[in-house]
């Protein structure tokens, strides 16, 4: 009698830290073949949703920006814009610069946290940041990344008041607008960061990256003048180009019988990826001039569909974020006022920024108080998860003839091509090979 040998793998996730809590990553494979697969977050509601009911709409903004460490500006922003679209808020040029040069500063320092201290380790074969600064060669590298992003949240500081959970926008403008000289002082430090920048797209062209590239439908803001940040239409690699207010027409989110986290998905069922990759590929004409040059000098095709390019996109993006920047404060006028009057109103509007690792969506209701009745946010991890359950049932049948060690690090690496929120652990896979 023969006995059939069944090779049983297991991969799991034990804690993903930036999803306030923890979560596990399952997969298990027989004989080569992957039967089943499963990214669970099995954290407990936070509840901001709830949080926001019944509050005045002046405290949302500084509710919203304590949901993440990393890009509170993004929520605060997402706020700010659909409240004001119930009020009939129109705010003056100054004040619309003056967002725009918080998103670069959020940008900046998120994306250079994410590319040099959570991912770049992935790709150099060392532990983590830590462990590449050891090396005399690499220690200039961690350097210069510890700088550009000091660079970062120096600006939000001087804009929002703080470097983390800022506290200077509202709706309407802002509580207190800096002042030119304030903006002036960073202009050295900024015009560094943007040769640092360009110095780290080349860093990042020259990685080995995997052969994977699956179809995607990339999707992300999109803007007739300028790179998406936080105004646009919806547009996607497979032609969807929508309002903003149509959005939860063709996107829906569904709970998962694996995960406390929500997983959102086009209403076909599909999956879709949002992010720096996506914005890069559907929005290359709009980027900075040294931005271009400095992605064309990498010699790099885009639109690309290997995600493991993302963090050449973020490269890229934090070279565009640290030349608007500069641009911005150049021609920077105090607004006057800071803050635009608000009246309460009763109504319902959503709005839709890219925050640093992919389009944040918000929609309220308010009553005639001005008091919220209904809040709903989507994170971009959450618009992620899909498909990265659907990246990893793709990439690890080709691995698993690799060592153990091996096996692990690639899936590690997979899951940071989309966001700090899920890799600000350096290594949070154990692997557990399991042969009967």
Same mark, same amino acid.
């Given at each position: ?82 409240? *004001? ?38 790709? !150099? ?169 400095? !992605? ?71 009553? *005639? ?68």
């Amino acid at each position: 009698m023969t006995t059939k040998t069944v090779t049983r793998r297991e991969i799991k996730v034990d804690y993903m830290a930036r999803v306030e809590g923890e979560g596990a990553l399952d997969i298990v494979t027989e004989n080569g073949q992957v039967t089943q697969l499963q990214l669970r977050i099995f954290e407990p509601p936070r509840f901001f949703e709830a949080f926001l009911q019944g509050r005045h709409f002046n405290d949302v903004p500084d509710i919203t920006a304590r949901i993440c460490g990393i890009c509170p500006v993004a929520y605060q922003m997402s706020s700010v814009h659909a409240l *004001e679209k119930i009020m009939d808020i129109t705010i003056t040029p100054e004040i619309r610069a003056l967002r725009r040069l918080f998103y670069c500063a959020e940008w900046i320092e998120s994306h250079v946290l994410h590319i040099y201290l959570l991912h770049a380790p992935d790709f !150099l074969g060392y532990e983590s940041a830590i462990a590449m600064a050891a090396n005399p060669e690499l220690k200039p590298v961690v350097e210069r990344a510890l700088r550009m992003k000091k660079i970062g949240n120096q600006l939000l500081a001087v804009i929002g008041g703080r470097e983390v959970h800022p506290i200077s926008p509202c709706v309407g403008g802002w509580y207190r607008a800096p002042r030119r000289e304030e903006l002036l002082a960073l202009k050295d430090e900024l015009e560094w960061g943007l040769q640092a920048a360009i110095e780290t797209v080349a860093l990042t062209g020259t990685l080995d990256f995997p052969h994977f590239a699956p179809e995607y439908e990339f999707v992300s803001l999109a803007h007739p003048d300028e790179f998406p940040m936080n105004e646009g239409r919806v547009v996607s690699s497979q032609g969807l180009d929508i309002e903003v207010e149509e959005f939860e027409t063709y996107f829906a989110e569904e709970h998962v019988a694996h995960s406390n986290a929500l997983h959102a998905q086009r209403t076909n069922g599909e999956s879709y990826f949002v992010g720096p990759l996506a914005r890069v590929n559907l929005n290359l004409e709009l980027l900075s001039p040294e931005a271009k040059k400095a !992605l064309i000098k990498t010699g790099l095709k885009f639109p690309s569909h290997n995600p493991f390019m993302s963090i050449v996109a973020r490269a890229v993006e934090t070279v565009h974020a640290f030349e608007e920047a500069l641009h911005i404060i150049n021609a920077y006028q105090m607004p006057q006022p800071s803050r635009m009057p608000v009246r309460p109103k009763a109504g319902e509007a959503n709005h839709i920024t890219e925050a640093p690792r992919g389009m944040l969506y918000h929609r309220y209701r308010l009553d *005639e108080a001005g008091l919220v009745q209904e809040a709903h946010i989507w994170a971009p991890t959450s618009q992620n998860l899909k498909r990265i359950e659907d990246d990893l049932r793709a990439f690890v049948p080709g691995i698993l003839e690799l060592p153990l060690e091996d096996a692990t690090w690639r899936c590690e690496q997979l899951v940071r091509n989309y966001d700090p929120c899920i890799s600000c652990a350096t290594h949070f896979l154990r692997l557990n090979i399991q042969r009967r």
